[in-house]
């Protein structure tokens, strides 16, 4: 009786076992596109906003979805669903419009209409000047004992946004641009790490970032840790976690 029934728990137990992984996946499928989806910082360019080795929820529905809402971006429609305008100085996530593999995260600046124009490195927005105080410096820590004192400016957009922009250098490379007239149906994105930001001032590289290209916008950092420490290596945790920085908002 009892080598009889056994094999009919043991083959039920794995059933069960593979219903639920399969029911997990398909749950972090759903969550992934239409509610939040990961993200980690690979470079500088928003600093001191979000560094190296900070990873964020990036929230799918602020927007509304596009195809790059899903896995693999599949070409199913075009435009978005349920689709809603960023304001001006959400952090957001974007597919590169040169390259639709690769994921950017800045700032967003211009709006469709807008001229956008750097100055002495005073950003412009439709001719006037875009109010930015003195907030000292900014300690960078680049990992390995360097540390480097940056020139940090409180900037406010015209909506009241305020956030810390960097200033690595006088006179860097995009201190001094041309005009740029956002298109419609286009964006305008910049690093807060103004001298070490490849971004809509590049028109090669990033340029204006369509509206169908918006992935979500960047809400939390659930998890930080120090720029050039492997993330899985839990035994440095007490040491090398940005214990601060946990559970915190992107603004």
Do not use: C
Not at 20 to 48: C, D, H, Y
Not at 61 to 83: E, H, Q, T, V
């Amino acid at each position: 009786m009892t080598s009889t029934t056994e094999p009919k728990k043991t083959e039920g137990g794995l059933g069960e076992t593979v219903k639920v992984i399969i029911q997990a996946f398909l749950i972090a499928i759903v969550i992934r596109t239409f509610l939040f989806q990961p993200f980690n910082i690979p470079s500088g360019s928003m600093k001191e906003t979000l560094l190296v080795g900070d990873y964020l929820f990036v929230s799918k529905f602020s927007y509304g979805y596009s195809r790059f809402s899903f896995p693999f971006s599949p070409p199913i429609f075009d435009g978005r669903l349920l689709g809603s305008t960023p304001n001006r100085g959400d952090v957001v996530v974007f597919k590169l419009p040169r390259d639709e593999a690769t994921d950017y995260i800045k700032r967003v600046i211009g709006l469709p209409g807008d001229e956008i124009q750097m100055i002495d490195g005073v950003l412009h927005i439709n001719g006037t000047a875009v109010k930015r105080e003195d907030a000292g410096y900014w300690m960078d820590d680049e990992g390995g004992g360097r540390v480097q004192r940056v020139k940090r400016w409180t900037e406010t957009l015209p909506n009241g946004v305020s956030y810390y922009t960097l200033d690595l250098v006088d006179n860097g490379f995009y201190d001094n641009t041309p005009v740029y007239k956002v298109p419609p149906g286009h964006y305008f994105m910049m690093g807060d790490n103004r001298d070490n930001s490849t971004d809509s001032r590049v028109l090669s590289q990033v340029g204006y970032v369509p509206y169908e290209n918006l992935i979500g916008r960047a809400q939390m950092i659930f998890f930080s840790v120090r720029e050039g420490e492997p993330a899985w290596q839990f035994w440095k945790w007490p040491w090398t976690v940005r214990w601060d920085r946990l559970f915190s908002f992107v603004r």
